[in-house]
């Protein structure tokens, strides 16, 4: 089994900053991509941003110049600086990574965390 832990949610005023950190334990072979998806009250969830094993990143058009994703592939960590935080900037934050366990390390298996929760005030 796999587990994915976020933390670093809170409640912060408009135009401050947080860092979410989301890490990954259990037993597996590799995790591929890895991701920051953002669910508000009533919405669907979507794509934050997300980063391959070859660093390569990709931001929602809301996140661009603002959030920055990175990762420590060695520690199966993945992070979410978030600057300039704005209220639509609020919801649960979720954490997914593509995961390749020892039983089937050709095919990648989708986790998600619980979330952590993001208040941005005015």
């Known amino acids: 089994q796999v587990q994915l832990v976020e933390s670093g949610g809170g409640l912060v005023q408009a135009g401050g900053s947080l860092r979410l950190s989301c890490a990954a334990s259990?037993?597996?072979?590799?995790?591929?991509?890895m991701g920051w998806y953002r669910q508000a009250p009533g919405k669907q969830r979507d794509l934050v941003a997300s980063?391959?094993?070859?660093?390569?990143?990709n931001y929602a058009d809301s996140a661009k110049g603002r959030f920055t994703i990175s990762r420590d592939s060695a520690e199966n960590t993945v992070y979410l600086q978030m600057n300039s935080l704005k209220p639509e900037d609020t919801g649960v934050y979720y954490c997914?990574?593509?995961?390749?366990?020892?039983?089937?390390?050709?095919?990648?298996?989708?986790?998600w965390g619980k979330g952590t929760l993001v208040t941005v005030s005015s």
């Open positions: 259990g037993t597996f072979f590799s995790i591929n991509t």
């Open positions: 980063i391959t094993s070859g660093g390569s990143t």
């Open positions: 997914n990574a593509g995961v390749k366990p020892y039983s089937s390390a050709y095919v990648a298996m989708n986790y």
